[in-house]
């Protein structure tokens, strides 16, 4: 079975924080991505990348970035955590870039106070 | 770009009674469909999916189909269960040029004993 793990399931930050959130997977899986869910707005595309040390913009990029240094291994940087950046983060991974099924990470959920 | 329109937000139904989600896409481009269930505290699991090349698509008591002219797709369930509580996500995802997997917003479904 494919394992996506995520380093914390929960987390409370300040305002202003550099927070990091980890996300590994045991598939050798070529692509991983980061989705942001809050009610209402289903899931949303952070960031994804297809390969080490490669990344591309989702949907809603501003505030974070990302890091991609190992195959099984990406991580998402809030550089300075605000309040609006309260939410669950979803850590995916796929043997393929789309048209294929992801697989989830248990999730994150955020607190910025 | 793609734009991916999820109906209806909530449902409620008995056991035994069936339950259908309806999304609706904007880009005729699109050629794959998945459709994703989450529990409560866990990450999305994809449940089935469909690509464009098919119109229907059946998983024992779960069923997929697909309209591409009124670009449409929905997810049927027979023979509800109280294990089908959860919220679903449909998604679609396009090839070629800048690939996305677009998430509606999700549905809650309750099944009563």
Known sequence: ?113 | GENVEQHPSTLSVQEGDSAVIKCTYSDSASNYFPWYKQELGKGPQLIIDIRSNVGEKKDQRIAVTLNKTAKHFSLHITETQPEDSAVYFCAASTQGGSEKLVFGKGMKLTVNP
Request: glycine share 6%.
């Open chain 1, 1 to 113: 079975d494919v394992k996506v793990t995520q380093s914390s399931r929960y987390l409370v930050k300040r305002t202003g924080e550099k927070v990091f959130l980890e996300c590994v997977q045991d598939m050798d899986h070529e692509n991983m991505f980061w989705y942001r869910q809050d009610p209402g707005l289903g899931l949303r595309l952070i960031y994804f990348s297809y390969d080490v040390k490669m990344k591309e913009k989702g949907d809603i990029p501003e505030g974070y970035s990302v890091s991609r240094e190992k195959k099984e291994r990406f991580s998402l940087i809030l550089e300075s955590a605000s309040t609006n950046q309260t939410s669950m983060y979803l850590c995916a991974s796929s043997l393929q870039v789309w048209s294929v099924e992801q697989y989830f990470g248990p999730g994150t959920r955020l607190t910025v106070t």
